[in-house]
T-cell receptor
Framework: DGGITQSPKYLFRKEGQNVTLSCEQNLNHDAMYWYRQDPGQGLRLIYYSQIVNDFQKGDIAEGYSVSREKKESFPLTVTSAQKNPTAFYLC?????????????FGPGTRLTVL | AQSVAQPEDQVNVAEGNPLTVKCTYSVSGNPYLFWYVQYPNRGLQFLLKYITGDNLVKGSYGFEAEFNKSQTSFHLKKPSALVSDSALYFCAVDTGRRALTFGSGTRLQVQP
């Protein structure tokens, strides 16, 4: 059963703690992405990676970090430097297909800071 | 900078009637435009995209979108709405950096 999995579905964090959100795909896609979704706003790009061992900052990278050591995995760490981390986090992946790639999304992780 | 606007927070339509969800864009180069749908507490599902060619793009679940370069618009349409179409719809644009810029979303409510 191919697809993108994100875990956990719900995550609670105390202020000052770092947390890591998991994103795994078995679609053999080269590119992976992290987005943040807040109520009433569209998705905003945090980080993206076009290839293993390489990644770029998106529009709202401050307070977040990523790694891309394996093609199928792209974990996101929300650090204590992120001032307002409560949000719905979505991971996506794509395969190069011309000038613009279709991204396929995981089911998301809802992070709540207590 | 590229941007996408969805001017309506919510669209209400009766089942069986045609629906339109509006999207306008602002980019400096060629726009590559997408529509996605999101059901509650779920990830986004791809509906359709415009890269080049025919201005009318057909996608999943009977949806289509019309690319209008002069009006910088990419409105999503469906001839006959279903109650099950009720969801949050996002327009997005990519100008070649291979990452998407999303609009704020439009909630579609289809009444029986």
């Amino acid at each position: 059963d191919g697809g993108i999995t994100q875990s956990p579905k719900y995550l609670f964090r105390k202020e000052g703690q770092n947390v890591t959100l998991s994103c795994e795909q078995n679609l053999n896609h080269d590119a992976m992405y992290w987005y943040r979704q807040d109520p009433g706003q569209g998705l905003r790009l945090i980080y993206y990676s076009q290839i293993v061992n390489d990644f770029q900052k998106g529009d709202i990278a401050e307070g977040y970090s990523v790694s891309r050591e394996k093609k199928e995995s792209f974990p996101l760490t929300v650090t204590s430097a992120q001032k307002n981390p409560t949000a719905f986090y979505l991971c996506a992946s794509s395969i190069p297909a011309g000038v613009s790639d279709t991204q396929y999304f995981g089911p998301g992780t809802r992070l709540t800071v207590l | 900078a590229q941007s996408v606007a969805q001017p309506e927070d919510q669209v209400n339509v009766a089942e069986g009637n045609p629906l339109t969800v509006k999207c306008t864009y602002s980019v400096s180069g060629n726009p590559y435009l997408f529509w996605y749908v999101q059901y509650p507490n779920r990830g986004l599902q791809f509906l359709l995209k415009y890269i080049t060619g025919d201005n009318l793009v057909k996608g999943s679940y009977g949806f289509e979108a019309e690319f209008n370069k002069s009006q910088t618009s990419f409105h999503l349409k469906k001839p006959s709405a279903l109650v099950s179409d009720s969801a949050l719809y996002f327009c997005a644009v990519d100008t070649g950096r291979r990452a998407l810029t999303f609009g704020s979303g439009t909630r579609l409510q289809v009444q029986p």
